[in-house]
């Protein structure tokens, strides 16, 4: 499926899912047992007819960009993202009208965040932990930080968790002591979105 027949589907709040191939997707799906590397927030501007992602990134942060992007011209590239995509909705979400004062605190939350650093502390830890695994499997390994917000600064799958959170959405942790991209999709109240074929576990293939 194109992006031009998934974008009128899409709402606010919708996820957008990435299973990337780089060295760095591939350390946090390995650190995770999770293929989905990196999570990211939808928001759509109707009166502007934009589509948006909001995410937070390595070596950039927290960040606006057009969802188109990722489907046509990623890092303007001329092609679309280098993995595989799938968008999520959650079941429970309040409400999808620009105007609802659910959307409008969600958006108010992520927007203000704009410009926060990526965690690359917490990705460090991540890498350690899994090297000291590799090393020895049975090694007890020491615990790590549940939240990054003192530090004013996200991993991805933070920044959304934390978006969600202030509308009463909360997402477990499967795997790690705080929340992770594969965390989204284990989630129950979470089902892929794929066209007309909402909740199919199906991912949008670039």
């Not at 899409?10 to 996820?15: E, V």
């Not at 999570?39 to 990134?57: N, Q, Y």
């Not at 003192?150 to 499967?174: M, P």
Request: hydrophobic letters at 40%; a negative charge; glycine letters at 8%.
């Amino acid at each position: 499926m194109n992006y031009a027949t998934l974008r009128p589907e899409l709402r606010s709040g919708d996820l957008l899912l990435c299973a990337g191939t780089s060295w760095f997707s591939r350390l946090i799906q390995a650190a995770t047992g999770s293929p989905w590397s990196h999570v990211g927030l939808i928001l759509r501007l109707e009166h502007l007819d934009r589509v948006m992602l909001l995410e937070s990134v390595e070596s950039i942060g927290v960040r606006a960009v057009p969802l188109s992007r990722y489907f046509n011209n990623y890092r303007q590239s001329g092609a679309g993202y280098a993995g595989e995509l799938a968008c999520y909705r959650h079941r429970d979400f309040p409400g999808e009208a620009d105007s609802s004062p659910a959307l409008t605190r969600l958006a108010r939350f992520a927007i203000d965040r704009l410009g926060w650093p990526y965690d690359g502390q917490q990705i460090a830890e991540l890498a350690a932990r899994l090297t000291l695994h590799h090393i020895n499997p049975k090694l007890a390994l020491p615990e790590m930080p549940t939240s990054s917000l003192d530090n004013q600064a996200y991993i991805c799958s933070e920044y959304v968790a934390d978006a969600y959170a202030e509308l009463g959405l909360r997402i477990a942790c499967q795997t790690c002591p705080y929340v992770t991209p594969g965390d989204f999709v284990a989630d129950p109240r979470i089902r892929a979105l794929v066209g007309s074929n909402a909740g199919q576990e199906c991912p949008v293939s670039v």
